[in-house]
């Protein structure tokens, strides 16, 4: 069974989340990508689009608007600072 990925969504002005999470889908420059725990270490531009935030397994996504940024998947999970969120 895998574990819940930690997952930290960041502005210039805030942390906007910062939570444990089943799965996140990001609009990244080379197109989506989704992370679960245990995702090897990425790095990855954010182009404008939505971040898609799944809670469970089979969960329907809580969706938050993005504009530009970076992502980040590392051992401590996955990290997006993006430019504005929301």
Do not use: C, W
């Amino acid at each position: 069974m895998l574990m819940a990925l930690h997952f930290e969504l960041v502005t210039p002005e805030k942390l906007v989340r910062s939570e444990e999470v089943y799965q996140v889908v990001v609009p990244g420059t080379d197109g989506d990508f989704g992370v679960l725990e245990g995702h090897a270490p990425f790095m990855s531009t954010v182009r404008d689009g939505a971040i898609q935030i799944f809670a469970s397994a089979g969960a329907a996504p809580e969706v938050i608007p993005v504009q530009g940024g970076f992502a980040e998947v590392n051992e401590k999970g996955l990290t997006v600072l993006a430019e504005h969120a929301g």
